[in-house]
């Protein structure tokens, strides 16, 4: 289970175990997930209306987004950013987790609230993750900048990234966006959580009978929806930190089309309303949300399912 169960019985997890189960969540997943992960980047930072009615549009749809970067770029840039990428997301899952089951815990032995509860999911959640997103920030800065440029490259590999980025913007260049970022990720973060806990109930009230004693389906498809559902409520926070991360770095978007600039979260808020109106706000929302159901069901499968491995060797060994 993820979270404190204060009903388990028999060996239990240590914190570097925890770690670990939740960076190879973390790094299975970005690997499944990078493809739709640089489309959703893509069409966040496109300023025209994502329609193939607009003839100024570079990408307008999924299956066309995805022809074009592939005949002008080729098959590997689906992966660009991959290395920044999975060192966010392999650190991330373990930050997360870690502080996500110390936190349940803490609920449960120090509240009089039951760790095993939604709401306090949500809120262990939310906290779990902010920790993890201001450990994690630089990192998703650089995945988001390798993913906007095009061809030529703007940065050669990480080492040059990080050494440009420095030299010309300065080290707070590595936290644009993460007002936003803090701001979405406890609400988002949290929901994931909570909705979790609450389908993997109704997916047990509805299959009483399932023979997957493990709940490998039961994770699965309970944290593919709690994962959509959590997006879609706050994915406009998620396309402010795209468009404030690449400030500064405009001259590897010319190609793409029109290009802006912000001077902060609130000015990036009026201008996306004013330039692209109501629907600008959730541009890239359609790869996102199956972004979201693959990464957030297959990060707490993956997560439960090398938790479930580690305490099995354990009782063996034991």
């Known amino acids: ?35 739709l992960d640089l489309i959703k980047i893509r069409f966040q930072l496109q300023i025209e209306q994502l329609s193939v009615k607009n003839p100024r549009a570079k990408y307008h749809g999924i299956w066309q987004g995805c022809r074009c970067i592939f005949t002008e770029e080729g098959l590997p840039a689906f992966w660009k950013g991959h290395l920044p990428a999975q060192l966010l997301y ?24 039951d760790s095993r509860n939604a709401a306090v999911h949500f809120v262990c959640g939310g906290l779990a993750a902010c920790t993890a997103s201001l450990a994690c920030q630089p990192l ?31 080290p707070l260049t590595f936290y644009r966006g993460l007002t936003p970022t803090t701001i979405a990720i406890f609400p988002s973060a949290g929901l994931q959580f909570y909705f979790y806990n609450i389908f993997k109930q109704v997916y047990l009230w509805a299959f009483p009978a399932d023979p997957d004693t493990k709940g490998n389906i039961r994770n699965l498809v309970s944290g593919s929806c709690a994962g959509v559902l959590s997006k879609t409520i706050t994915y406009p926070f998620d396309l402010f930190k795209k468009r404030l991360q690449v400030g500064g770095f405009e001259q590897a978007r010319t190609a793409f089309g029109q290009v ?59």
């Open 90 to 113: 392999v650190t991330f899952g373990a930050v997360q987790f870690v502080s996500f089951e110390m936190l349940t815990e803490f609920v449960h032995t120090s509240t009089p609230y």
């Open 140 to 170: 998703d800065t650089l995945r988001t900048r390798f993913a906007a440029q095009g061809e030529p490259k703007v940065y050669r590999n990480l080492r040059h990234a990080v050494a440009t980025m420095y030299r010309t913007e300065g």
């Open 260 to 318: 802006r600039s912000y001077r902060g979260f609130l000015d990036c808020i009026v201008k996306i309303g004013q330039d692209e109106g109501a629907r600008g706000y959730f541009k890239g929302l359609s790869p996102s949300l199956l972004k979201a159901a693959v990464s957030t069901g297959f990060t707490l499968f993956c997560y439960e399912f090398f938790c479930n491995t580690l305490l099995s060797l354990k009782e063996r060994d034991g």
């Open 1 to 35: 289970m993820v979270g404190y169960d204060p009903r388990a019985e028999g060996p239990v997890l240590s914190t570097t175990e925890i770690a670990a189960a939740g960076s190879v969540a973390g790094m299975v997943t970005r690997a499944m997930i990078s493809p």
